[in-house]
């Protein structure tokens, strides 16, 4: 990463990521990916799987290896006027939690994806093996003030929801009472530590899952799924 590039593996996030990449490394040079990588000018490399190997990230990089430009997306390219569900991650330290997250955000029609200074960057090869190609199809932040982030959702603006198990407002009483339908930003926290208390403190609600069962907490990805689902719904009613 520190020549502006990061790697990525597997033939989902290639596939995805195939229009921006820089240079493709494959163990069959007659896979349809790298047919394609050629179509679009990118730099096609045939190497041994033992090569492979030694380069990638994970154990079995499954042939295709590529190398992208990082992601270059600026706080205000992603929170317009406009915007209706955005995603916050604050603090948020492991990779394939941030990953699934951006993955789930994709699929329930996020508009982006920003996360603060202090989370995991979405550069990491967990993170981009997590996302399944998700991170070339929405605009995704990293390393966000949230002081500025906090400003600017101000200015989109969009009601700013805090997840937390003690939260006040409880998410289903949001969706049905229709709150739920308005342009939301969901903030979600660490993993163990959840979010500050200033950042809690500068929510328009502080929202808490139902837990029906014994469990004690919801994982972070899928506190985010829950959460982001409820709005996209509301959203489209």
């Known amino acids: 990463m520190a020549e502006g590039r990061f790697v990525v593996e597997g033939p989902q996030a290639v596939r995805e990521a195939l229009p921006t990449l ?15 990588a050629r179509e679009l000018g990118v730099v096609v490399v045939h190497v041994e799987p033992t090569v492979l190997a030694a380069m990638a990230q994970t154990v079995t990089p499954q ?19 406009g915007s209706r569900l955005l995603t916050v991650l604050h603090g948020v330290s492991d990779p394939g939690n941030a990953g699934t997250v951006i993955r789930t955000a994709d699929a329930a029609g996020a508009d982006a994806v920003v996360l603060t200074a202090g989370s995991v960057d979405p550069h990491n090869g967990k993170c981009v093996r997590a996302s399944a190609g998700s991170l070339w199809h929405l605009p995704v932040v990293a390393g966000a003030d949230v002081d500025e982030l906090l400003a600017l959702l101000r200015r989109t603006p969009v009601q700013v929801f805090a997840t937390s198990g003690s939260g006040v407002d409880d998410l289903e009483d949001l969706a049905d009472s229709g709150t739920l339908a308005a342009p939301t930003a969901w903030v979600l926290g660490n993993e163990g530590a959840g979010l500050p208390d200033e950042v809690l403190a500068a929510a328009d609600r502080v929202v808490r899952i139902p837990l029906r069962g014994r469990a004690e907490s919801l994982n972070l990805a899928t506190a985010a799924a829950v959460a982001l689902y409820a709005s996209a719904r509301a959203q489209r009613s």
């Open 22 to 36: 820089l240079e493709l490394y494959v163990t069959d040079p007659k896979h349809p990916l790298a047919q394609r």
């Open 63 to 81: 042939g295709l290896l590529g190398v992208a430009p990082l992601l270059d997306t600026r706080l205000e390219q992603a929170v317009m006027p």
